[in-house]
């Protein structure tokens, strides 16, 4: 007899979300999240590494055709292409990393391979990521603060387009209505965030020049290892707490059809669960 198939909505909804019906907890999300990144950095870890290296090789192609490394520094219109490009590379595999988070918030496992689960949804990831950097640069250039919004309001967008299937405008518009209303909170985090990498960058500034160079290296590689894992897992429990993830699930699985929370606090891979994504 085919088993049954329950939607089910873990964390909030974005009726809620559209009233400020939400908690961003700063310090139980940090907890959380650091948790998630004990158990499940790896296959974020590898899903960024591709992502970076193919950046880099793209970087390079690109460059290349439009006359060096250095005229692309020196032109602002070439730079501005050479962004778009890369951009338009890696935002397909961004997506999957961006969704691993979201994933390891509803106590799923992840693998290395999920940085190509969303190619297609790349069209609508590419068009999201182009415009909310086209909004945030525009907003650092007019003036420091509504850059610091939009980049704080523009963070769910991705996930929007491919958890809710939205397309990308109203994605951008309904995070932007929904985060305003947490946007002191949600600051907090991304500079605890930002302050980390800092912290982080200083060794390996101060022995750059040092003969223990090397050294410097090591622990910031140590660091980024953990540290961009949780970054992605903050965004996930972020994403869960405003707009809620929907799953779809088994009638023998672990999670509480009344409550919508894993029965377990803890969704395995090997069960008959699937992320409606």
Sequence with gaps: MPEKITIVQIGGSIERALKGDYQIDVKAILTESWQQTLKSRLAINLGLLFSLLLGMV???????????????LADPQAGMLLNVVVTVAIWPFMAGVEMMGVQHAVGMKTHAKMTFAFLTRASWVVLCALFTSVLISLGFQLFILPGIFLAVTLSLTVPLVIEK???PMKAIVLSIQALRFKFFPLLLLYTLLL????VLLLPFILLLESSVAPLGIVIFLIGI????????NVKGIIYREIFGISI???????????SGEPKSKKIDSGSNDTFSA
Excluded: C, Q, R, W
């Excluded at 302050?195 to 800092?198: D, M, P």
């Excluded at 779809?248 to 009344?258: G, P, R």
């Design 195 to 198: 302050s980390s990498l800092i």
């Design 225 to 232: 290892s953990f540290l961009a894992p949780l970054f992605y």
């Design 248 to 258: 779809a699930t088994s009638d023998d699985s672990n999670i509480d059809h009344n």
């Design 58 to 72: 793209v970087s390079f192609v690109a460059s290349s055709y439009l006359g060096g490394i250095e005229t692309v």
């Design 165 to 167: 299937k939205m397309m």
